[in-house]
């Protein structure tokens, strides 16, 4: 592929950076680039089937990126089972991944020449407990094991897998070395069930972990370290081009970081504090969201209507803390908590060929 960048981000003045007690004001850079860079795979892969219903798979993918110059060979195996004559299907897998950080990260200061692709090594096992034409139940578990990961080189203990829908945030452009580490760990039950024809169940219950570590080694909750997640969602036809569908999510809280409160106030800017880096965590996440859907032919082509509402319940669910600055006077000022979308509908037509 060839992928076209261009970059224009213009900091010349600098401000004073949430991760550091410093107020000094810095962070100053200039970056304007537009060129176009390549990058190639090529993926091989074998499977054999052995007698008593045994399978293995086996391939290998080598990646290459010009960006970085780097050249990458990852293996994947999976070998699958029979267990003896109960219908059910046993599964272990070995796999590795790489990918590049985001380039804008790259390309910014000199992280080029201190940044290499991002190493993974998933461990997996799962069963089909079962499996008929209405019912579908599994239980799949993982480890994966994370190294060369961009971290900070300013901030030891901050490494971009604990920094959560910040990309392209101006305090995030500082020196990155790819030296983080990183485990993350789950296990997940899935159901499908179809009781009658036009009615489809899905759900998944999930416990995972994650940690990742900087430049000193040592390992912290990643921000999405979500220990139990579920999800529901059902489907329904109900005739005349008429379907109805729901799904309901709830999690545990993200983890986030504080401010230290006395610099944050004595400096009336954020601060955060590094030693609780990641440290509590939100309340519970919850969400119900409904759509119905009306489709019918119209000439060549067919009109759809959907209407539905999003967060049916309007869970008050939390987004991140916001301090505002200048105002300390006046109640409410200091930090904000910023809430997820509330309660809202959604209505659209749409006309396709």
Known sequence: SLDRIHYNVQQPIGFPNPYSTDPTIGGTMSISRAFTTSSSAAYSQAAVRLPHGLRIVAGERASQWALLGSTVATPKVVFSAPVFRTGMMVHFGYAEYAQLPPSLYILSFSNHSAMTPIRSRHLTAGVNLVDTRRLRVTVNAYQKLYRDYPVSVTFPQLTMANIADTFGQAFLMFPMT????????????????????????????????????????????????????????????????????????????????????????????????????????????????????????????????????????????????????????????????????????????????
Not at 196 to 211: H, V
Not at 318 to 332: D, N
Request: glycine share 10%; hydrophobic share 35%; net charge positive.
């Open 178 to 353: 790819s030296k983080g580490l990183g485990v993350a760990r789950g296990v997940e039950t899935a159901v499908d069930w179809r009781p009658m024809s036009r009615l489809t169940l899905a759900s998944t219950m999930t416990y995972m972990r994650s940690w990742y570590s900087g430049l000193d080694g040592v390992l912290r909750k990643g921000a999405f370290d979500m220990p139990l997640v579920a999800n529901l969602s059902g489907n329904a036809l109900l005739g005349e081009g008429w379907t109805a569908s729901f799904r309901y999510s709830a999690s545990t809280g993200r983890p986030y970081t504080p401010d230290d409160t006395a610099l944050s106030i004595a400096q009336d800017r954020d601060v955060y504090d590094l030693t609780q880096l990641n440290s509590l965590r939100a309340p519970t996440y919850n969400r119900l969201d409904f759509r119905a859907e009306w489709t019918h032919p119209v000439h060549r082509g067919s009109l759809s209507v959907h209407v539905g509402l999003e967060n049916a319940m309007g869970t008050t669910n939390f987004y991140s803390l916001l301090w505002r600055p200048r105002c300390l006077e006046y109640p409410g000022c200091g930090v904000l908590q910023q809430n997820q979308m509330p309660l809202f509908p959604d209505f659209g037509v749409r006309w396709f060929h």
